[in-house]
């Protein structure tokens, strides 16, 4: 049986808060609503964009949640088109990724991104190709639900006892938790270790190349 390791993508494999900021003052802004402290804002990274709208703005109706996740769509696309989209990946995240291959283990992504926006992502930093399976929030349900993680070992041949989940979100804890697979805490991202310890996280790894540690240690595939 495959063991997969399965990374959430912004604020796991890239530190993306920044823009993801900028596109959702934007797209409140044009809307004439107030825009939360970008403390606020981080807490809903993760989710897919209707349900971050309706985390941020609980007294908008559903359509207006939809309304707005296409208007932040079109004002990532501005910031994208304008060359301001700042996504770096973060410091170690190449050296786990080469780490975990080297001691057997497949490698997906679960994301609330879109396929477009996760495909420039790894594109620009050429690692498209090493992900054996990608699931975004275009074909499936908001995170916690585990349809992306069950997929993702669909396609790699692999089951939840082989499977790790690896996220910065209490989101991401729970998405793991339910579909079976184990949960490590990406403690250098936009939730605090605690939540992701109450979510269901095995261990909390502080740095990208800790999560080895953690697999090596404690994850028994």
Not at 90 to 105: A, N, P, T
Request: charged share 25%; with cysteine; hydrophobic share 45%.
């Amino acid at each position: 049986m495959n063991r997969l390791a399965i990374f959430d993508c912004d604020g796991t494999l890239v530190d993306s808060g920044a823009t993801i900021y900028a596109a959702l003052k934007a797209s409140l802004e044009q809307n004439g609503l107030d825009v939360p402290p970008p403390g606020v804002c981080r807490r809903v990274i993760g989710l897919s964009l209707t349900e971050a709208m309706a985390a941020l703005l609980p007294n908008l109706a559903d359509q207006e949640h939809r309304r707005l996740a296409e208007d932040y769509k079109s004002a990532f696309m501005g910031l994208r088109a304008a060359g301001q989209v700042e996504e770096p990946l973060f410091d170690g995240v190449f050296e786990l990724l080469d780490d975990l291959e080297r001691d057997g283990w497949l490698l997906a992504v679960a994301t609330g991104k879109s396929d477009r926006g996760l495909r420039h992502c790894l594109d620009i930093h050429g690692i498209h190709a090493r992900f054996v399976s990608l699931q975004t929030a275009d074909r499936h349900p908001s995170k916690p639900h585990p349809s992306m993680v069950e997929q993702a070992i669909a396609d790699a041949g692999a089951a939840p006892r082989t499977t790790i989940v690896v996220g910065d979100t209490s989101f991401d804890m729970a998405m793991a938790v339910n579909a079976g697979a184990a949960a490590i805490g990406a403690g250098w991202g936009y939730h605090e270790p605690d939540e992701l310890l109450e979510a269901g996280a095995v261990a909390v790894a502080e740095r990208p190349i800790d999560v080895l540690d953690v697999v090596r240690s404690q994850i028994h595939g």
